[in-house]
């Protein structure tokens, strides 16, 4: 049960006070708590009066607001795409619908192991990108390599803090020897990562590879979680050392 605001009689202007909600039957605590931060999270708010699938949204439009990734004409890769926000995101963005008179129309591929519901302006495909031609389909589908792949995945929870956070790198190590493949010299490669010591490895790879490696924790991330995302500008394009569809060494 979601107990209402009290109304605000002070005179001073109506603002927002925090919806409390009592625990039900069936209900733990923690999803107690969850669904309590959920009705008073601005993004989730933003998020729903705004259109996009959620507040997660937020996340890649911020960031993109500081290293400017997303411009007309790029042929983006979203890995782990469901529900969609970053594609709502990037689409206008990279003017994939060719709304933006004299400007490059870009192009936006969403990969998901799970079916996505359609969004306008973009190609959605069910696919696991870790199979062993993976790469060589994005590469058809885009017409070329890709100028961004991007990364909000996160493996599922085990609830102990060392093995998710070692799980959540592996899947980011992943989708970084997957960009390797995939990406046009040049190129920028952003991802969730959870702080916890074992990304150590992760940066190396990256600063081999990348120009510039950052390491950000945009506003809509919460404050109390861990996550944080890498963003790797400036890809150095393939080593001597690459085999096709299997990355660096």
Same mark, same amino acid.
Request: proline residues 5%; aromatic residues 6%; positive net charge.
């Given at each position: 049960?979601?107990? /209402? ?5 002070? &005179? ?9 909600v009592k ?26 009066? =705004?259109?996009y699938r959620?507040?997660?949204?937020? /996340? %890649?439009?911020?960031? !993109?607001?500081?290293?400017? $990734?997303?411009?007309?004409g790029a ?7 469901? #529900? ?18 004299? /400007?490059? %129309? ?7 192991? *799970?079916? @996505?519901? #359609? ?6 495909? *069910?696919? !696991? $990108? ?14 070329? =390599?890709?100028? @961004? ?11 102990? /803090? ?5 799980? %959540? %790198? ?11 493949? @995939?990406? +046009? ?10 702080? &916890? ?5 992760? *940066?190396?790879?990256?600063? *081999? ?8 924790? #945009?506003?809509?991330?919460?404050? !109390?979680?861990? =996550?944080?995302?890498?963003?790797? +500008?400036? $890809?150095?394009?393939?080593? #001597? ?9």
């Amino acid at each position: 049960m979601v107990k /209402k605001p009290t109304k605000n009689t002070s &005179g001073r202007g109506q603002r927002d006070l925090t919806i409390k909600v009592k625990t039900a039957r069936g209900r733990t605590m923690s999803s107690t708590l969850w669904l309590q931060r959920q009705l008073n999270d601005p993004y989730v708010k933003r998020a729903k009066a =705004e259109g996009y699938r959620g507040r997660a949204a937020f /996340k %890649i439009l911020e960031l !993109d607001d500081k290293y400017r $990734f997303l411009v007309p004409g790029a042929r983006v890769v979203d890995l782990g795409c469901a #529900p969609g926000g970053w594609i709502q995101v990037a689409i206008p963005r990279i003017n994939a619908l060719g709304e933006k008179s004299g /400007k490059r %129309i870009g192009t936006i591929l969403g990969i998901d192991l *799970q079916e @996505v519901e #359609p969004i306008t302006g973009a190609e959605i495909h *069910q696919l !696991d $990108f870790l199979e062993d031609d993976a790469d060589q389909k994005v590469k058809s589908w885009l017409g070329g =390599e890709a100028d @961004v792949v991007m990364s909000d995945m996160a493996a599922s929870a085990s609830g102990h /803090k060392q093995t998710d956070h070692d799980r %959540i %790198i592996a899947l980011c190590e992943a989708a970084a020897y997957f960009a390797f493949d @995939v990406l +046009t010299p040049g190129g920028t490669f952003v991802a969730k990562v959870l702080a &916890g010591g074992a990304e150590t490895g992760l *940066q190396t790879l990256l600063k *081999q590879r990348f120009e510039k490696v950052a390491n950000v924790k #945009p506003p809509a991330s919460r404050a !109390d979680s861990s =996550e944080k995302f890498v963003v790797a +500008t400036g $890809f150095r394009g393939p080593l #001597p050392t690459d085999e096709p569809g299997q990355g660096s060494e």
